[in-house]
């Protein structure tokens, strides 16, 4: 059963803290995305990869860090530098740099405490 | 820098009704246009994917057409039901080699039984 996984569904932060969130595909696609999405907003890019061990800022990188050892995972921390990090964050992959179909994960949902 | 505007923002209407949602870009040097639903709380469901090259897609009761030259991308719902109840975004992929998409606000419809 192909798809994109993330976990967690609910990640708590306290103050000063680094949190990750973590973003699995089995669909051997070669793109992988992560996005924010604040209440009554439309999804920001955050981070994109094109491919292992490269990635690129997107428009609101400031706060989070990336990492793409494997072409299976996408992990997004979200730094203290972040000042503002609640929010809904999406995961996406796409076959391909190209413009192609990107396919969601579940979502995860960050609180601060 | 691209901004895509989704009218209405939010739309009721009953069971069986014939819907149009719009989605306008302002650049026009768009790869693609795409639909999306999302279900509260959960990730997004890629609906319609329209090439810039193509005037029209259609899946079942769903049609999405693109006119570049106006910047439009119209979401048509045929003989709408309640579990047709979701937010809807359209969002337009960058003339970039990567797969940036630009996203709209969404449109909140509500199909009542």
């Known amino acids: 059963d192909g798809g994109i996984t993330q976990s967690p569904k609910y990640l708590f932060r306290k103050e000063g803290q680094n949190v990750t969130l973590s973003c699995e595909q089995n669909?051997?696609?070669?793109?992988m995305y992560w996005y924010r999405q604040d209440p009554g907003q439309g999804l920001r890019l955050i981070y994109y990869s094109q491919i292992v061990n490269d990635f690129q800022k997107g428009d609101i990188a400031e706060g989070y860090s990336v990492s793409r050892e494997k072409k299976e995972s996408f992990p997004l921390t979200v730094t203290s530098a972040q000042k503002n990090p609640t929010a809904f964050y999406l995961c996406?992959?796409?076959?391909?740099?190209?413009?192609?179909?990107?396919?969601f994960g579940p979502g995860t949902r960050l609180l601060v405490l | 820098k691209q901004e895509v505007t989704q009218i209405p923002a939010a739309l009721s209407v009953p069971e069986g009704e014939n819907l149009v949602l719009n989605c306008s870009f302002t650049?026009?040097?768009?790869?693609?246009l795409q639909w999306f639903r999302q279900d509260p709380g959960k990730g997004l469901t890629s609906l319609l994917l329209i090439q810039s090259s193509q005037r029209e897609q259609t899946s079942g009761r769903l049609n999405a057409s693109l006119d570049k030259s106006s910047g439009r991308s119209t979401l048509y719902i045929a003989a709408s039901q309640p579990g047709d109840s979701a937010t809807y975004l359209c969002a337009a992929a960058g003339g970039t080699s990567y797969g940036k998409l630009t996203f709209g606000q969404g449109t909140i419809l509500t199909v009542h039984p």
């Open positions: 650049d026009s040097a768009i790869y693609n």
């Open positions: 669909l051997n696609h070669d793109a």
């Open positions: 996406a992959s796409s076959r391909g740099p190209k413009q192609e179909t990107q396919y």
